[in-house]
């Protein structure tokens, strides 16, 4: 069920006719797209957002001080993840796989990819989620989501409030 649901929700996001159109071009600063699935007691979690949104810079880091925030931005994804979609509907889940990348497109362009995979003691369908990543980065003006449900409905939204709640 688990690679069922994983393989709908690529599918799923490579097919959305903007993913394409904007791969091909220039990305938007300050757009992050945040894609979620469920299935019982686990949440997939990916992002894809430029490098800007979350450092304040695209470029390979080169100061001690820039590769510094890069080592805590994804230290943060991997360890503040769940205080980012809500700690106490999440408080019986754990993190159980997750990858931070820096993607670089040329020498002034670069993109983090981010996925991780969440495993709770309880069945997730009806939690609520408070998503709370532009409070920590304030360069975030806009979250792109596409949560697919476990039960099918998918929710494909965009949110510009600092902190805004969906239902899982």
Not at 79 to 105: A, H, R
Request: hydrophobic share 35%; net charge positive; glycine share 4%.
């Amino acid at each position: 069920m688990k690679k069922m649901l994983i393989s709908l929700l690529l599918l799923q996001i490579l097919s959305h006719p903007n993913l394409w159109a904007k791969s091909l071009g220039p990305h938007v600063h300050g757009s992050v797209h945040l894609d979620m699935a469920t299935d019982k007691k686990q949440l997939l979690v990916m992002l894809k957002s430029p490098a800007e949104s979350f450092l304040d810079f695209e470029y390979r880091p080169k100061t001690r001080k820039e590769k510094k925030l890069q080592e805590k931005v994804k230290s943060q994804w991997n360890q503040k993840l769940l205080n980012y979609l809500g700690p106490q509907t999440l408080k019986d889940c754990k993190i159980t796989k997750s990858n931070w990348k820096q993607e670089f497109n040329g020498q002034t362009h670069s993109s983090i990819i981010a996925e991780s995979y969440i495993e709770c003691k309880s069945n997730l369908k009806g939690r609520s989620l408070q998503i709370s990543l532009k409070k920590e980065y304030p360069h975030i003006n806009e979250i792109n989501l596409q949560l697919i449900r476990e039960d099918g409905p998918l929710l494909n939204k965009k949110f510009t409030e600092s902190l805004f709640t969906i239902q899982l």
